[in-house]
């Protein structure tokens, strides 16, 4: 027999999105006819950002008991905040919308396995642009999933809101402006874990829930820094979307490259086993 050609995956190497066939020059317009029903954010790179790591070499953590020289998720949460807003500013021309975004802002993992200062930091940032969004997108609903237990009585100040003490005034301030008719909903994961949520989803029903299944189905997956896996990321949800890896960190992705995915999504054939 004729020896076969190695098959090439797609996602075997991630690539930056200048390697994306472009079908648009503009950086807000794009060129499909659909959009995602529900686009999953994977925003890793933070930290490499900020140490400078290209995304190829292996990836240095941080000493346990020292700190970083300023906040590695502040640009990324700023980052947060201009995707979402453009994303909910996209109008396909059927008239489609993206209806949710699912952003990995905590694993369990990463609240279990780095140092605390970790959690504060991801949760002081992720609280700022939460109240931004939810300021400036009043039709945007947020809502929180994961174990959030133990990041209650966590501290979240902010100078708009000094009444805000806590991560659990944060929550319910979010749950008192609640919009009766969202356009769009955001789910924060914040100390989540796909596996936990499987295993009480299909083997308890009683026992705390590290995560609920969420009532959707993720279209398309974007992971940023270079790296292309799940890292448990809804397991349940996920299982026809559309994964993209690219090379930049999550603090230098822009809209652009968002566009760019949404496109390549647009293009790619979904069978869904057909």
């Given at each position: 027999?004729?020896?076969?050609?190695?098959?090439?995956?797609p996602?075997?190497?991630p690539?930056s999105?200048?390697?994306?066939?472009?079908?648009?020059?503009?950086?807000?317009?794009?060129k499909?006819?659909?959009?995602?029903?529900?686009?999953?954010?994977?925003?890793?790179?933070?930290?490499?950002?900020?140490?400078?790591?290209?995304?190829?070499?292996?990836?240095?953590?941080?000493?346990s008991q020292?700190?970083p020289?300023?906040?590695?998720y502040?640009?990324?949460?700023?980052?947060m905040?201009?995707i979402?807003?453009?994303l909910?500013?996209?109008?396909?021309?059927?008239?489609?919308?993206?209806?949710?975004?699912?952003?990995?802002?905590?694993?369990?993992?990463?609240?279990?396995?780095?140092?605390?200062?970790?959690?504060?930091?991801?949760?002081?940032?992720?609280?700022?642009?939460?109240?931004?969004?939810?300021?400036?997108?009043?039709?945007?609903?947020?809502?929180?999933?994961?174990?959030?237990t133990?990041?209650?009585?966590?501290?979240?100040?902010?100078?708009?809101?000094?009444?805000?003490?806590?991560?659990?005034?944060?929550k319910?301030?979010l749950?008192?402006?609640?919009?009766?008719?969202?356009t769009?909903?955001?789910?924060?994961?914040?100390?989540?874990?796909?596996?936990?949520?499987?295993?009480?989803?299909y083997?308890?029903?009683?026992?705390?829930?590290?995560?609920?299944?969420?009532?959707?189905?993720?279209?398309?997956?974007?992971r940023?820094?270079?790296?292309?896996?799940?890292?448990?990321?809804?397991?349940?949800?996920?299982?026809?979307?559309?994964?993209?890896?690219?090379?930049?960190?999550?603090?230098?992705?822009?809209?652009?490259?968002?566009?760019?995915?949404?496109?390549?999504?647009?293009?790619?054939?979904?069978?869904?086993?057909?």
């Amino acid at each position: 027999l004729a020896q076969l050609p190695t098959p090439v995956c797609p996602l075997s190497t991630p690539f930056s999105s200048n390697q994306i066939k472009k079908t648009t020059q503009s950086k807000y317009n794009l060129k499909t006819t659909s959009l995602p029903n529900t686009i999953g954010l994977i925003p890793d790179g933070n930290i490499r950002h900020l140490t400078g790591q290209p995304p190829t070499t292996k990836r240095t953590t941080l000493p346990s008991q020292t700190s970083p020289p300023q906040n590695p998720y502040s640009l990324g949460s700023s980052t947060m905040s201009k995707i979402i807003t453009y994303l909910s500013s996209l109008r396909s021309p059927t008239g489609s919308l993206v209806h949710n975004i699912v952003i990995y802002a905590l694993s369990h993992d990463n609240y279990t396995k780095r140092p605390p200062s970790t959690t504060l930091s991801v949760l002081s940032s992720v609280s700022k642009r939460c109240l931004e969004i939810s300021s400036a997108q009043p039709t945007t609903s947020i809502k929180f999933i994961g174990d959030l237990t133990p990041l209650l009585p966590l501290p979240c100040s902010s100078p708009t809101h000094p009444n805000l003490r806590n991560f659990k005034d944060l929550k319910n301030y979010l749950n008192s402006t609640e919009p009766s008719n969202p356009t769009m909903t955001l789910y924060v994961l914040l100390n989540y874990s796909g596996k936990k949520s499987l295993e009480n989803y299909y083997l308890t029903s009683n026992s705390p829930l590290i995560s609920s299944v969420l009532p959707l189905s993720v279209s398309l997956i974007i992971r940023s820094g270079g790296e292309c896996r799940l890292s448990d990321f809804c397991p349940l949800e996920s299982g026809y979307a559309e994964i993209i890896a690219v090379e930049e960190m999550w603090p230098d992705v822009c809209e652009k490259v968002v566009g760019e995915c949404i496109e390549e999504w647009g293009r790619r054939r979904k069978r869904r086993g057909g």
